[in-house]
């Protein structure tokens, strides 16, 4: 790589001379790595990209072959003062380098054979968002025939935790608690919750949605509202849904799986985020995977459009 001069001192280094018209080449290559699973870093895109927090900072792993090659790698940023890095230079492989974010922005971590004058051989893309804080206001409804959700107020803070930490180091959004209540309907709404105003031949007095959601707190960015059973659809005795979205309002359900997950989900629909391909089953670790099953994986690009708003 690179001019005659540096070929020069590659051959010293790294080539076994076998013959006086025949060389051995060994290729020095560098491999950027996730430290650990969705902790910002999509490998889906080359080359690969890490999120990092301004006024904070997130890892990654290089792995370099040949071992040999480890003395004359190198790492720098190409703006510093967006993003910085260390240890500038390697000591062993795997590597762990620590990006820190310096202002919101992007740039590129490189590492290079030589630091002065050397050629890039890998490049690890940065970017450094600002945090987005999101309030959220949890109801826990009843309505007047008795009927309330299972779910306890208890739960919420360990919820908020669990949902920070998917949002948290792959997109710098996090969850902030506003209030807790547990408010009745003032109405009997029976054994499901209807949310959809096309139901046909439907009365209006059997959606739901609007009664729910008139108790939220108008200072939160995003109203939670827990019911004992929701459905959206034309088939409301079939279990088909476990949460919905809607202008800043969420109602889910009691009998909701991978309950965190889920929610940080919908937590995604509020933030524009757009989904997985819903067809494509490769993508079931994603957050946005229409069926979600657990998948807690979020993609640079639906990070960047969670912070699309944020200076």
């Not at 657990?294 to 993609?299: D, E, N, Y």
Request: glycine share 6%; charged share 25%; net charge negative.
């Amino acid at each position: 790589r690179g001019s005659d001069s540096e070929k020069d001192v590659t051959l010293e280094l790294w080539y076994d001379v076998v013959t006086s018209d025949k060389v051995n080449v060994t290729v020095v290559e560098v491999e950027f790595k996730e430290t650990a699973p969705n902790n910002g870093f999509d490998e889906s895109i080359a080359p690969p990209w890490l999120v990092v927090p301004k006024s904070g900072a997130n890892t990654a792993k290089a792995e370099i072959t040949p071992l040999m090659a480890v003395p004359w790698i190198y790492f720098k940023s190409s703006n510093t003062h967006i993003a910085t890095v260390a240890p500038s230079n390697v000591i062993n492989s795997p590597q762990t380098i620590t990006v820190s974010g310096i202002e919101k922005g992007e740039t590129e971590i490189i590492s290079t054979f030589d630091y002065i004058n050397g050629k890039a051989e890998d490049i690890l893309r940065i970017s450094v968002k600002t945090r987005r804080p999101v309030k959220v206001s949890f109801h826990f409804i009843s309505d007047t025939s008795g009927t309330a959700t299972t779910r306890s107020t208890s739960i919420v803070d360990d919820l908020i935790k669990q949902m920070n930490a998917i949002w948290g180091p792959q997109a710098n959004v996090y969850f902030e608690k506003k209030s807790v209540d547990s408010p009745t309907v003032p109405i009997d709404m029976g054994d499901v919750v209807r949310s959809s105003d096309d139901l046909p031949g439907v009365p209006a007095s059997e959606h739901e949605w609007d009664d729910v959601v008139a108790l939220g707190d108008s200072l939160a960015d995003v109203n939670v509202f827990f019911v004992w059973e929701l459905e959206v659809d034309d088939t409301p005795l079939v279990d088909e849904a476990d949460g919905c979205h809607l202008s800043g309002n969420i109602i889910f359900e009691d009998n909701a799986t991978y309950f965190a997950e889920a929610l940080a989900h919908e937590m995604g629909h509020y933030l524009e985020v757009t989904p997985a391909d819903y067809t494509d089953a490769t993508k079931s670790n994603e957050l946005m995977y229409a069926y979600n099953a657990g998948g807690t994986k979020i993609r640079k690009a639906q990070a960047d459009q969670a912070n699309k708003s944020i200076k």
